[in-house]
């Protein structure tokens, strides 16, 4: 008897909608609300999806934060990568790297906020999964301050006695307080003379 050749089964139905903009615009609601103050029909609306639609695609509000959590990481390492490009000296990395958090930190920009340091208060101490990706977020940044530190070591720019790794660390705490202080809408001109302050007790 002759074996048939399986007939292959029809895919799922392709989704309809782009899939990474759905979650950058879940990031814009929890980043204006938080994550307790968002509720699904604020979702809908913001994501102009169904609510199959988006438990088939995310999973449920929790799995929604994490990806949206995950492509403000992504997106603000990016930011890093280009303004502490190898290609720069690593001071002027450094300043690039500074002057961008002033400037986020600034007016409008500095009312709104920081995603991470807000969702940092509201879930790390009780969400392993949120606390995980903050600390992991807060890590990567303080690797890539300390490389450049490091290069700058290495090129005799940084003052004696500056540990690179301490000295990151203190950086990216300084910024990180930025991000709080700019909720109070503090003046461009006195954030950039403490960040320039900070920055030349490092350096020759």
């Known amino acids: 008897m002759r074996r048939q050749t399986p007939v292959p089964l029809p895919r799922g139905r392709p989704r309809g909608f782009d899939v990474e903009a759905a979650v950058e615009r879940a990031m814009e609601v929890f980043w204006s609300r938080g994550y307790h ?23 449920d509000k929790h799995s929604l934060f994490l990806r949206a959590v995950d492509r403000y990481i992504a997106d603000a390492l990016a930011r890093m990568d280009v303004e502490l490009d190898p290609r720069r000296e690593p001071i002027d990395g450094l300043r690039a790297y500074l002057a961008g958090y002033v400037d986020r930190t600034t007016g409008a920009k500095g009312r709104r906020g920081c995603l991470l340091v807000a969702t940092a208060m509201e879930l790390a101490g009780e969400d392993a999964e949120v606390g995980r990706r903050v600390a992991g977020f807060f890590k990567a940044m303080e690797a890539r301050v300390a490389h450049a530190l490091s290069c700058a070591k290495t090129a005799g720019k940084l003052a004696n006695g500056v540990e690179p790794s301490s000295a990151a660390r203190i950086l990216v705490c300084f910024v990180e ?9 503090p003046p461009r001109i006195s954030s950039q003379a403490t960040a320039d302050a900070l920055l030349d007790r490092f350096i020759r």
Do not use: E, H, Q
């Open 37 to 59: 103050a968002t509720a699904l029909p604020d979702l809908l609306r913001a994501t102009k999806l169904s609510r199959g639609s988006l438990y088939a695609a995310f999973g």
């Open 177 to 185: 307080g930025l991000r709080v202080v700019g909720k109070t809408a």
